[in-house]
């Protein structure tokens, strides 16, 4: 069963969600399994050359961040079989396996969920986009798509979920999740009424780092609870990272 937290806001985002749907939708579909052959338009022989498949996928190529895998060639990836007329397309290893077979996958207590189950797309294109390690968005806007229910489309009836760049998710991959509750301007409300999600930090002066959900939480892995970053032994220690003498 899904348990989400209670909503308190209500908003909607501006960044354009719709620019990478189309290729998710295709990653997608091979999250937790072997990517089911996909049927390629036209015959391309056993295992063609990177440069055939740019002919027509140079999309792929394109973007401010590209993955290092790409210059690997696409068959480090991917697999074409051939039989007769028929060119099937599929993964070299299961999706949820796949990204691990570079990235070793950490071995600490406490795991971000879809790093857990090791749907690595959700979050990260395989190929290219304009964000920090092929994000498919900014980092904040990943983030509050998924823990903020103004940002996430739940279909009950469906037991699914829709992020806003296009990642479906289903209820089983979301077992666990939890919704943040804020303000309506979504810049405020957690952990604690007031405390800001986002902008400058005003605590630590102009030259700090403004504030986004990575100033407390780990993307991927902690050995502590809430993702907490390695720096800091324990919550109060990360408090008073900004808030000093106020415990």
């Known amino acids: 069963m899904l ?4 909503e308190r ?5 501006s960044f354009p969600w719709t620019r990478y749907a189309a290729d998710l939708v295709l990653c997608l579909a091979t999250l937790g399994a072997y990517a089911r052959a996909a049927q390629h338009p036209v015959p391309l022989g056993q295992n063609p050359d ?3 498949c740019i002919e027509c996928h140079a999309d792929k190529t394109k973007g401010k961040r590209v993955h290092s895998a790409m210059a690997m060639g696409c068959n480090a990836c991917h697999v074409v079989t051939q039989a007769r007329d028929v060119t099937t397309i599929n993964l ?3 999706a949820k396996d796949l990204c691990f077979s570079c990235h070793a996958k950490s071995t600490e207590k406490v795991l971000h969920g879809p790093y857990a189950q090791g749907n690595c797309i959700v979050c990260h294109s395989p190929h290219s986009s304009n964000w920090p390690n092929q994000l498919l968005a900014p ?3 990943l983030c509050m798509g998924c823990h903020v229910r103004a940002r996430l489309k739940v279909n009950t ?3 699914i979920a829709k992020v806003p760049w296009g990642v479906t998710l289903t209820f089983d991959q979301l077992k666990g999740w939890q919704y943040i509750g804020l303000n309506k301007a979504l810049n405020a409300n957690h952990p604690v009424e007031g405390h800001p999600v986002r902008g400058a930090n005003t605590l630590l002066g102009t030259h700090a780092a403004e504030i986004n959900c990575l100033s407390c939480h780990q993307p991927h892995h ?7 970053p390695a720096k ?11 808030h000093k003498g106020e415990f």
């Open 3 to 6: 348990v989400l937290q209670d």
């Open 9 to 13: 806001a209500s908003g909607k985002g």
């Open 50 to 52: 990177s440069a055939t």
């Open 92 to 94: 070299v290893a299961p």
């Open 139 to 141: 980092t904040q806007d």
């Open 157 to 159: 009836k469906r037991r």
């Open 222 to 228: 902690s050995q502590s609870a809430n993702l907490l």
């Open 232 to 242: 800091f032994a324990n919550e109060t220690a990360l408090c008073e990272s900004c």
